[in-house]
């Protein structure tokens, strides 16, 4: 049997010269559709948060939190974005938001932990979370949006893990560097105080 050379994979079978072009194609193509996004992205956050305002509550959240505000950070680190429930701000990622729908699942995420916190006191992804995520998608249903993700895609693989000890919330927060102090910082979610779970903090011998 003669050997096969095992190389990176390509688009589709055929020409390699057709292959390359392909792929450049492909690849300018995602570089635009990333750059008008970074012009729209804005927009569309705050015409969601309008819409699912509008749609679940009648603008009552709005109201209750004295306007949902959205803030844009460079980064947010091992988080797409986040919800402060206390001030009714939602923080989301310039680095990590590349695209209409990561931006769609984000804000109707954290949008839920806002209206379940406003409503039932909840702050974490137990069953009360479950239930307005679901509350959201049903309203949305007619924008077409799917479901609500009930866990924020996050990015794993950290050396230092904190979490928050209030036990409505449990918020997790991963740093490549030892970046957080609990005696300084604070749940941003809940305000709680942190404790690091891995590697376990303990003194030094």
Same mark, same amino acid.
């Given at each position: ?46 015409? $969601?948060?309008? *819409? %699912? ?7 009552? =959240? ?8 959205? !803030? ?19 923080? $989301?990622?310039? *680095? %990590? ?7 769609? =699942? ?8 806002? !209206? ?90």
């Amino acid at each position: 049997m003669a050997n096969r050379s095992i190389g990176p994979p390509t688009f589709y079978w055929g020409d390699p010269a057709e292959n390359d072009e392909f792929a450049r194609m492909y690849c300018r193509t995602t570089a635009l559709r990333r750059r008008e996004f970074g012009f729209r992205k804005k927009d569309i956050a705050e015409w $969601l948060i309008h *819409e %699912l305002d509008q749609r679940t509550t009648g603008d009552t =959240n709005a109201y209750l939190t004295g306007g949902i505000n959205i !803030i844009w950070k460079e980064k947010i680190p091992g988080n797409l974005g986040v919800a402060d429930v206390v001030s009714g701000t939602i923080q $989301l990622s310039e *680095e %990590l938001i590349d695209d209409e729908q990561n931006l769609r =699942n984000m804000v109707s995420h954290e949008f839920s932990h806002l !209206i379940a916190y406003c409503y039932s006191g909840c702050t974490d992804h137990g069953e009360l979370f479950f239930y307005w995520a679901q509350f959201c998608t049903d309203k949305m249903r007619p924008l077409d949006m799917g479901p609500v993700q009930i866990k924020a895609p996050v990015q794993n693989s950290y050396e230092f893990i904190w979490q928050c000890e209030n036990g409505n919330c449990g918020q997790e927060y991963g740093r490549h560097t030892k970046s957080i102090d609990p005696r300084k910082d604070k749940c941003r979610r809940c305000r709680g105080a942190l404790i690091q779970t891995n590697p376990i903090a303990r003194p030094l011998r």
